[in-house]
């Protein structure tokens, strides 16, 4: 789908920035998920500087899209993207995992504006949402609810009850996004719990279901639109995403799942980084 | 003697002392909510009638929410209500909800910090017939034990509506645990009821006899009978497990240096261990705790099931003769 160059050139550079800003965390904080985040990257840049009607300055506006991710362990992604974003200082993302931060190891809503909602346990984001939701529905208010959430709480039994309820009540103003990037702690989803067809499985329980490529911001920024037009259903953009997206060697490799960059593997990542700039595309592309 | 400011039944002691279930408290509670605050809402996981969810899901059906039996994603959506400016209640078995949603409880209610109430029903051995598995006996210890989480056991069906519409005004999460079996509603409207302040039903100087839920029945007629050989006996309605009213406990048990906790609860991490949290700091004294002695429970008549685990009147009168040995 046709993107402004411009606009184009500014989601990927600030995704960079974003990727450069979640190695340099965890290597501060010497622990830390690294490959979920970089995938999401352009996701979240994304969302954070073309999709989400919302206000940094004013992170309770009431008219704001609510945001809510799921799957918590990706936050350095969230912390980077609300950084640059200018909802907190950026010298504030070194502090992540520190005593005293508010950068919490997993968000916690009480510790940083801008958080809806504490997470890290996984399959518990889509039925926040679908709180948020009903609850707007029952006020008429016109705000969109996002939740982000990761392809292994899909593994989670509370995440098929939350499913059924958002199918049964039609929630139109529900979009979900999931990061689809086959990898889990334990290794790949289809190992350890065989997953697909997702597709098919959302649009049994009433969902409507659309893929996309997580790297292409024309993509994730067009299908956005086309959920926001499809009424009386809630709505999955399935995003496939590279885990460790920018970082070669991190790429699907379920091994950066959980950990995070040493100093060298630091360097050689930032460099690589640095290097790629805004050319860091899709596959596909 | 009985508190006259408590303004007990005046059939306390009679045979013919109404009876009702704490959860018919709930459902009445819950419509009064209602019709105080627009934002209350009502989630049920398919168990609407007998929670008592029907009242309020029949008045104000637009603020009712069917969540099937998915107790983990009614906590979860509960959470999402809440957090958006709704003041929902969610209703199950107190096995399921808090039992088995206990995480989800846990981190998007209580970690979170958002007015979501949890009513449990069918919490104790009183649940009779069907058995260990719906007898909830630990749900006063896995919610004590959660940060930022008030814990209310209401003594009968009147106390439990006012704790209801009193959960409602609040903004954080509180959990209410109600039961099933009919049992004697000896508190009146204008008994005094306040969350986090305990209620002296009668004064004694010799014991205390500290509970919580309808169990307080049973500790009121075991003074009664205590009375008869001399010991003179207090009992305080301590409905709010947490935060206790340590002021009035202190100040009752300070005076008669025994106490007896008693409640339908396992005596492990219910409020008989909160009371000796509070005496062992505070002022250590001698004490008993009548509850499930750490096992599961079984099918059975309510009376019968209270009598063989323990909780009958008799086994209360066992006690404080013990505690007063000491």
Redesign the interface.
């Known amino acids: 789908m046709y993107l402004d160059p411009e606009k184009e050139k500014m989601l990927a550079e600030t995704a960079n920035t974003i990727r450069q800003d979640i190695i340099s965390m965890l290597l501060a904080a010497k622990s830390g998920h690294s490959a979920g985040p970089l995938g999401m990257a352009d996701v979240f840049a994304a969302f954070y500087f073309d999709i989400l009607h919302h206000r940094p300055q004013e992170p309770e506006w009431p008219e704001r899209d609510y945001f809510i991710l799921s799957n918590g362990h990706i936050c350095p992604v969230q912390y980077a993207a609300m950084a640059r974003a200018g909802y907190f200082p950026v010298e504030e993302l070194q502090t992540l995992r520190k005593f005293g931060s508010r950068l919490q190891g997993h968000p916690h809503r009480g510790a940083l504006p801008g958080i809806e909602t504490t997470s890290g346990p996984l399959g518990e984001g889509l039925g926040q949402a679908i709180g948020i939701a009903l609850g707007l529905r029952m006020d008429g208010k016109k705000n969109w609810v996002y939740c982000m959430m990761s392809d292994g709480e899909q593994d989670e039994g509370s995440t098929w009850e939350a499913v059924l309820l958002a199918g049964r009540e039609k929630l139109s103003n529900l979009i979900a996004v999931m990061d689809r990037n086959y990898i889990q702690i334990d290794g790949f989803t289809e190992d350890v719990m065989p997953l697909d067809p997702l597709r098919e499985k959302y649009e049994s329980f009433g969902w409507h279901v659309q893929e996309i490529d997580g790297h292409n911001f024309g993509e994730i920024i067009s299908a956005v639109e086309a959920a926001k037009s499809i009424y009386g259903r809630p709505k999955l953009i399935l995003s496939h995403n590279i885990p460790g997206k920018g970082v070669d060697f991190m790429q699907f490799d379920p091994a950066w799942h959980g950990k995070p960059p040493k100093a060298d593997e630091a360097k050689n990542a930032l460099e690589e980084l640095r290097t790629l700039g805004h050319q860091i595309t899709s596959e596909h592309q | 003697m009985i508190n006259s400011e408590a303004k007990l039944s005046d059939k306390l002691f009679h045979d013919d002392i109404p009876q009702a279930p704490t959860r018919n408290g709930y459902g009445e509670g819950l419509v009064a909510a209602g019709k105080e605050n627009p934002n209350v809402?009502v989630l049920c996981a398919d168990l609407t009638e007998s929670t008592r969810s029907l009242a309020f899901k029949e008045a104000f059906p637009?603020?009712f929410?069917e969540?099937?039996i998915?107790e983990?994603?009614m906590?979860?959506?509960?959470?999402?209500?809440?957090?958006?400016?709704?003041i929902?209640f969610i209703s199950s078995y107190a096995t399921f909800s808090p039992g088995r949603n206990w995480?989800?409880i846990r981190?998007?209610v209580a970690?979170?910090?958002v007015p979501v109430k949890v009513g449990g029903a069918h919490a104790g051995i009183s649940v009779g017939p069907d058995g260990g598995t719906h007898q909830a006996l630990e749900d006063l210890a896995i919610m004590r034990a959660l940060p930022n989480m008030t814990v209310i056991a209401p003594a009968d069906s009147i106390e439990a509506r006012k704790a209801t519409l009193a959960a409602s005004r609040t903004n954080t999460p509180v959990y209410l645990r109600f039961a099933r079996e009919a049992t004697p509603v000896f508190t009146t409207d204008g008994s005094p009821f306040e969350i986090g302040k305990a209620v002296v039903l009668r004064e004694g100087k010799d014991v205390a006899l500290i509970g919580a839920g309808p169990l307080l029945y049973n500790a009121l007629l075991a003074a009664e009978q205590l009375a008869q050989k001399g010991i003179d006996a207090a009992v305080v309605d301590s409905h709010t497990v947490k935060p206790l009213d340590e002021e009035t406990i202190l100040r009752v048990a300070g005076a008669t240096k025994r106490v007896v906790s008693v409640e339908e609860h396992q005596v492990i991490g219910g409020l008989g261990s909160a009371l000796a949290e509070l005496f062992a700091k505070k002022m250590p004294i001698p004490m008993e705790f009548i509850g499930v002695q750490d096992r599961f429970g079984e099918s059975g008549e309510p009376q019968e099931l209270l009598e063989a685990f323990g909780m009958g009147v008799g086994s209360i009168v066992q006690a404080i003769e013990r505690v007063m040995q000491r």
Do not use: C, F
């Open positions: 809402v637009e603020r929410i969540a099937g998915s983990q994603n906590a979860d959506v509960a959470a999402g209500l809440a957090k958006y400016g709704k929902p995480e989800q981190t998007t970690y979170n910090n």
